[in-house]
């Protein structure tokens, strides 16, 4: 009897010791909690948008201009393209 009160102290100290004990303690997270937490600043977004924007435009324009169309018409060409072709955008409106 002495021994099996010993043996079972030992495990539960074990237990609680190891790395189990969180076990005991653990809670789910609240899904509001952790959005909170993943949520980010609403205007990297856009920042990324208008940065993909300018350099779609630049990339675009240099293409025109290497097929011989004027610096600004290119600038101008490359803009409506962007506003056509990627619609979905913030940047494009």
Not at 12 to 17: H, I, P, Q, R, T
Not at 26 to 31: A, T, Y
Request: hydrophobic residues 40%; aromatic residues 6%; charged residues 25%.
């Amino acid at each position: 009897m002495k021994r099996s009160i010993i043996i079972l102290s030992l495990l539960a100290s074990l237990s609680l010791s190891s790395g189990c004990s969180h076990l005991l303690f653990w809670k789910k997270p609240n899904p509001a909690e952790v959005k909170e937490k993943v949520k980010q600043d609403p205007h990297v977004a856009t920042a990324t948008e208008l940065e993909f924007k300018a350099r779609w435009v630049e990339k675009r324009s240099a293409e025109l201009i290497s097929q011989g169309v004027s610096p600004v018409d290119a600038k101008s060409q490359a803009s409506t393209e962007f506003a056509v072709k990627f619609s979905a955008t913030h940047s494009a409106q």
